[in-house]
């Protein structure tokens, strides 16, 4: 019930192509689903979130999709970069606790 | 926006020594403060969660005489690594959630990598 699952576990993607890193959870008691960022020997950081009550959320070139009925959610991200290379991270979150994925890590090719 | 400090960023230690940890929130209160501990490649593994002005609640499996957890204050909680064994070595990170605005997510810290040697 507390899972989040999330894949790929690692990805490699073209410049410019786009990186699509999928995650399902259980627990509908979830009420925010935020992604994050993680470059190697930092903090993660906030990149993105949604709440259930919307289907899509986009900023510049991330999106994140949302499905209730399903419990899925997804982070594409449009014309990507090599800078974008990093660990991304999904989680689900109600009042109380956070629920991380265990991450995908993104290459993208210069 | 919310930033969490988070200190030292790195420190090695001898064996069989403490090490203490801070996590400060900069621009917000934080009654409640989280630890965390992440192996390479691996996902973030929760530790403890730290409430201003009572015990820590740990996670199953994690000592709590050995990760001792102390968040005297609405902006400050540390983590204290006693007697450190080389096991112990791993990247810590704290996150915080501001007590204001508890539906908008949590802040990371940017990491201590401790090293016991």
């Known amino acids: 019930q507390q899972q989040v699952k999330q894949s790929p576990q690692s990805l490699i993607v073209q410049k410019g192509g786009i990186s699509i890193i999928n995650c399902a959870y259980e627990?509908?008691?979830?009420?925010?689903f935020p992604w994050y960022q993680q470059f190697p020997g930092k903090g993660p950081a906030l990149l993105i979130a949604?709440?259930?009550?919307?289907s899509e959320k986009k900023e510049g070139r991330f999106t994140i999709s949302f499905n209730k009925s399903a419990k899925q959610f997804s982070l594409h991200i449009m014309d990507s970069q090599p800078g974008d290379s990093a660990t991304y991270f999904c989680?689900?979150?109600?009042?109380?606790?956070?629920?991380f994925g265990k991450g995908t890590r993104l290459h993208i090719l210069p | 926006g919310a930033v969490v400090s988070q200190h030292p960023s790195w420190v090695i230690c001898k064996s069989g020594t403490s090490v203490k940890i801070e996590c400060r929130s900069l621009?917000?209160?934080?009654?409640?403060m989280f630890w965390y501990r992440q192996f390479p490649k691996q996902s973030l593994m929760l530790m403890a969660t730290?409430?201003?002005?009572?015990?820590?609640?740990?996670e199953q499996g994690v000592e709590k005489d050995k990760f001792l957890i102390n968040h005297a204050s609405l902006t400050l909680s540390t983590l204290t690594v006693t007697s450190a064994h080389p096991e112990d070595s791993s990247f810590y990170i704290c996150?915080?959630?501001?007590?204001?605005?508890?539906?908008?997510?949590?802040?990371f810290g940017s990491g201590t990598r401790l090293t016991v040697v």
């Open positions: 621009d917000f209160q934080a009654t409640t």
């Open positions: 996150s915080a959630r501001d007590r204001n605005r508890p539906n908008y997510g949590y802040t």
């Open positions: 989680a689900a979150s109600s009042a109380d606790k956070i629920i």
């Open positions: 730290s409430n201003e002005g009572s015990k820590a609640t740990y």
């Open positions: 949604i709440r259930p009550d919307v």
């Open positions: 627990n509908t008691a979830f009420d925010y």
